[in-house]
């Protein structure tokens, strides 16, 4: 093959994406690209609206990456440069990520021709009250038009996502790829013995914890008002909260009411949260809505007994009575019922555990959703035309 027959059968690919926190979407996109960068046939650029974490750990790699500040810039501002990247790098796919990088996104993509834009759905969108629920509305509708006139393909997480995506803007502009942890990252540094010395966890104590944002849509509160009913039978329970957010403050308020201050302990935000999970002797997530959130693939890939809601994507990861327990969302009596078979039969919560780890090291690992994406990427360049012109 001519050196300019390689070229044009390379696919370029631009990732375009917020990158200002360190969340599911963020770490998705990290193990994306590491693994992405290990099949042939592709060129990686990466745009981030933000410098922080995740452009830390993509400086690592073998792709070409680019900040434009929307602290610094204006969205008329960003999509100039963003205009004079894709110029530079004359992608054949655009693959957006949340409201503003696929809004920006897709409309500069159309506007240079670029053939094809991929947008990914990492979850539903979330409830917010007073102006922030009005700025997210309006976002929603622009990411809405957007989504239906200029995208060609778009990505669900789950296969519930898929669903309501499909009938929503067409099943065939649908596909369905779950996220995959990166089980080659997922070292523990500390033993457990001593990251439970250094919080103060006694070794007689069995500690359950929970990883995400404190926000609403994650169910602290219900997991608060579980540990309540389940402090009064056993009193040996303590409960460790990894994460920050805006209901930090209404959450400790609410660990003093119900008179559970000694047994609560809020950690904080954690760049690296592997060993604090693997401290953990459950795990729970009593989220209302999710897509398949990564911290549930990193407990199950830590072999950590997993008990979450029945809402999302969850199910398809967690079989209930098989790789963890299911629960109804909202409901703290079934939480803290759920919580007590595993606490009282330890043996079974550890099984729980490894049939958990071995569904994820086959099903949601990194290498299998960049092979799949990647494939999508194929398909769709295999293509005669683009959806859209």
């Given at each position: 093959?001519?050196?300019?027959?390689?070229?044009?059968?390379?696919?370029?690919?631009?990732?375009?994406?917020?990158?200002?926190?360190?969340?599911?979407?963020?770490?998705?996109?990290?193990?994306?690209?590491?693994?992405?960068?290990?099949?042939?046939?592709?060129?990686?650029?990466?745009?981030?609206?933000?410098?922080?974490?995740?452009?830390?750990?993509?400086?690592?790699?073998?792709?070409?990456?680019?900040?434009?500040?929307?602290?610094?810039?204006?969205?008329?501002?960003?999509?100039?440069?963003?205009?004079?990247?894709?110029?530079?790098?004359?992608?054949?796919?655009?693959?957006?990520?949340?409201?503003?990088?696929?809004?920006?996104?897709?409309?500069?993509?159309?506007?240079?021709?670029?053939?094809?834009?991929?947008?990914?759905?990492?979850?539903?969108?979330?409830?917010?009250?007073?102006?922030?629920?009005?700025?997210?509305?309006?976002?929603?509708?622009?990411?809405?038009?957007?989504?239906?006139?200029?995208?060609?393909?778009?990505?669900?997480?789950?296969?519930?996502?898929?669903?309501?995506?499909?009938?929503?803007?067409?099943?065939?502009?649908?596909?369905?790829?779950?996220?995959?942890?990166?089980?080659?990252?997922?070292?523990?540094?500390?033993?457990?013995?001593?990251?439970?010395?250094?919080?103060?966890?006694?070794?007689?104590?069995?500690?359950?914890?929970?990883?995400?944002?404190?926000?609403?849509?994650?169910?602290?509160?219900?997991?608060?008002?579980?540990?309540?009913?389940?402090?009064?039978?056993?009193?040996?329970?303590?409960?460790?909260?990894?994460?920050?957010?805006p209901l930090r403050s209404h959450l400790e308020a609410e660990v003093k009411r119900l008179g559970l201050k000694q047994v609560v302990t809020f950690a904080g935000h954690k760049e690296q949260a592997y060993d604090f999970i693997n401290m953990m002797d459950i795990f729970a997530l009593p989220s209302l809505h999710e897509g398949i959130?990564?911290?549930?693939?990193?407990?199950?890939?830590?072999?950590?007994?997993?008990?979450?809601?029945?809402?999302?994507?969850?199910?398809?990861?967690?079989?209930?009575?098989?790789?963890?327990?299911?629960?109804?969302?909202?409901?703290?009596?079934?939480?803290?019922?759920?919580?007590?078979?595993?606490?009282?039969?330890?043996?079974?919560?550890?099984?729980?555990?490894?049939?958990?780890?071995?569904?994820?090291?086959?099903?949601?690992?990194?290498?299998?959703?960049?092979?799949?994406?990647?494939?999508?990427?194929?398909?769709?360049?295999?293509?005669?035309?683009?959806?859209?012109?």
């Amino acid at each position: 093959m001519s050196e300019v027959s390689k070229q044009a059968s390379v696919i370029k690919v631009c990732h375009v994406a917020m990158g200002d926190l360190w969340a599911g979407a963020e770490v998705q996109l990290l193990a994306l690209m590491k693994y992405g960068v290990r099949l042939p046939g592709f060129e990686w650029t990466v745009v981030l609206f933000n410098e922080g974490k995740l452009a830390d750990e993509l400086r690592k790699l073998p792709i070409s990456l680019a900040i434009i500040s929307e602290k610094n810039h204006s969205p008329i501002a960003i999509a100039y440069r963003l205009a004079r990247k894709f110029r530079q790098v004359q992608p054949d796919i655009v693959h957006t990520h949340k409201y503003k990088d696929s809004i920006i996104g897709s409309l500069v993509a159309r506007c240079l021709r670029v053939p094809y834009v991929v947008r990914v759905i990492h979850g539903m969108p979330e409830p917010f009250q007073g102006l922030k629920n009005l700025k997210m509305f309006g976002y929603t509708l622009a990411d809405r038009f957007v989504t239906r006139f200029f995208i060609d393909k778009i990505v669900a997480v789950s296969s519930d996502i898929e669903k309501l995506i499909g009938e929503a803007y067409g099943a065939d502009r649908v596909v369905c790829i779950h996220n995959g942890v990166d089980l080659e990252a997922m070292q523990v540094t500390f033993a457990t013995a001593e990251m439970r010395k250094e919080w103060r966890f006694d070794e007689t104590e069995v500690v359950i914890g929970t990883v995400g944002r404190l926000v609403p849509v994650k169910g602290h509160i219900i997991l608060l008002e579980a540990l309540r009913i389940l402090h009064d039978s056993h009193q040996n329970v303590r409960l460790l909260v990894i994460g920050e957010g805006p209901l930090r403050s209404h959450l400790e308020a609410e660990v003093k009411r119900l008179g559970l201050k000694q047994v609560v302990t809020f950690a904080g935000h954690k760049e690296q949260a592997y060993d604090f999970i693997n401290m953990m002797d459950i795990f729970a997530l009593p989220s209302l809505h999710e897509g398949i959130p990564m911290v549930l693939l990193e407990a199950l890939a830590l072999k950590r007994p997993v008990i979450a809601s029945r809402v999302g994507g969850i199910p398809e990861v967690v079989l209930h009575g098989h790789t963890g327990l299911l629960i109804d969302h909202s409901n703290p009596a079934e939480l803290a019922a759920g919580l007590k078979i595993m606490l009282q039969d330890r043996s079974r919560a550890a099984a729980l555990g490894m049939a958990g780890r071995i569904k994820v090291a086959h099903e949601f690992n990194a290498l299998v959703m960049a092979s799949k994406t990647c494939k999508m990427y194929q398909e769709l360049r295999a293509n005669a035309l683009p959806n859209i012109t």
